[in-house]
C-alpha cells in the first residue's frame, strides 16, 4: 500500500514570497491533517479536512496560510507571504476515521524562509 | 485546543537502563496515541490507548491509559540504542488529534 506523499521534500524562499505544498494521501483515508512541525517541537495541527469539509482550522494563521482539499483526495497547503517564523517541517498525514484511528505521516516538506 | 504536557523534554541514557516519559493533560480523550519520530522521517504510531486504566505492552514498550484518561505514560525496559527518536503522545478528542512537544530520547552504547 502507497503511503502519504508530499512533495517538495525541500524548499527555499525568501520572506514575503509565496510557497505551496502538496499531499496525496492514502486511498481511502477521509480525513486529512496539515501540521507545523518547529525543529526540536511536537507537530502543531494547522487544518483537518474530513473529505473536502474543513473540521478545524482553530490554529491556521488564515492572514497568510490557505488549504483546500479539491474532490476529496489531494491537497495544498499555500503561505503567502512567508515570514522568517514559517521555517519548520510541514507534515501531511491522514486518516481511514477520524476518531481513535492511526494518522500516517508522510515525510513533510522543510521549508527555510531566509 | 487540548494542551498536552509531555516530560521530560530531553532524555539521555545509557544502553539497559529503564525510563518512563509521561504525557498530562486538563482535558479528557476519547483515546491517546504515541508515536516514535526519527530525524527526517514522519512520526510513526506505536500504540493506541482507548480505555481509562489500559496498559499495553509493545516488547520492551508499556503503555498506560490513566484512569480518567487524561494522562498516559510510556515505559522502556532495558532501553538500546535503536530506541533513539523523539516520542510524542497525540491525544484524540472531537474530530482533532493534537499532539505534546514530544520526549528526545538518546539512547548511548
Known amino acids: 500500500e502507497a503511503g502519504v506523499a508530499q512533495s517538495p521534500r525541500y524548499k527555499i524562499i525568501e520572506k514575503r514570497q509565496s510557497v505551496a505544498f502538496w499531499c496525496n494521501p492514502i486511498?481511502?483515508?477521509?480525513?486529512l491533517y496539515w501540521y507545523q512541525q518547529i525543529l526540536g517541537q511536537g507537530p502543531k495541527l494547522l487544518i483537518q479536512f474530513q473529505n473536502n469539509g474543513v473540521v478545524d482550522d482553530s490554529q491556521l494563521p488564515k492572514d497568510r496560510f490557505s488549504a483546500e482539499r479539491l474532490k476529496g483526495v489531494d491537497s495544498t497547503l499555500k503561505i503567502q507571504p512567508a515570514k522568517l517564523e514559517d521555517s519548520a517541517v510541514y507534515l501531511c498525514?491522514?486518516?481511514?476515521?477520524?476518531?481513535?484511528?492511526?494518522?500516517?505521516f508522510g515525510q513533510g516538506t522543510r521549508l527555510t524562509v531566509v | 485546543t487540548q494542551l498536552l504536557e509531555q516530560s521530560p523534554q530531553f532524555l539521555s541514557i545509557q544502553e539497559g537502563e529503564n525510563l518512563t516519559v509521561y504525557c498530562n493533560s486538563s482535558s479528557v480523550f476519547s483515546s491517546l496515541q504515541w508515536y516514535r519520530q526519527e530525524p527526517g522521517e514522519g512520526p510513526v504510531l506505536l500504540v493506541t490507548?482507548?480505555?481509562?486504566?489500559e496498559v499495553k505492552k509493545l516488547k520492551r514498550l508499556t503503555f498506560q491509559f490513566g484512569d480518567a484518561r487524561k494522562d498516559s505514560s510510556l515505559h522502556i525496559t532495558a532501553a538500546q540504542p535503536g530506541d533513539t527518536g523523539l516520542y510524542l503522545c497525540a491525544g484524540a478528542s472531537g474530530y482533532a488529534l493534537n499532539f505534546g512537544k514530544g520526549t528526545s530520547l538518546l539512547v548511548t552504547p
Open positions: 490507548v482507548v480505555t481509562g486504566g
Open positions: 498525514a491522514s486518516s481511514l476515521v477520524s476518531m481513535n484511528t492511526e494518522a500516517f
Open positions: 486511498s481511502g483515508h477521509a480525513t
